[in-house]
């Protein structure tokens, strides 16, 4: 969907622009399909038990190795 390719191009802005090695998103607990689009882009689950909010993370050694 539009969500998830936006988000891809903003990946694909950081990782090929910018000197960041890891992103990291959140969302609302109950937002489920953000955590989804999340997921789709390869991005992993992070988020701690005491957490507020739904955590993802995605490290630019994983995104090279989703690329290739």
Do not use: K
Not at 38 to 61: E, F, H, N, Q, S
């Amino acid at each position: 969907g539009y969500a998830t390719e936006a988000s891809r191009a903003v990946l694909d802005f950081v990782f090929g622009n910018l000197a960041i090695e890891r992103l990291v998103a959140r969302t609302d607990r109950p937002n489920v399909a953000s955590a989804g689009v999340m997921r789709r882009l390869g991005m992993r689950d992070i988020t701690r038990d005491d957490d507020p909010y739904i955590v993802y993370a995605l490290d630019r050694a994983d995104y090279l190795r989703l690329q290739a």
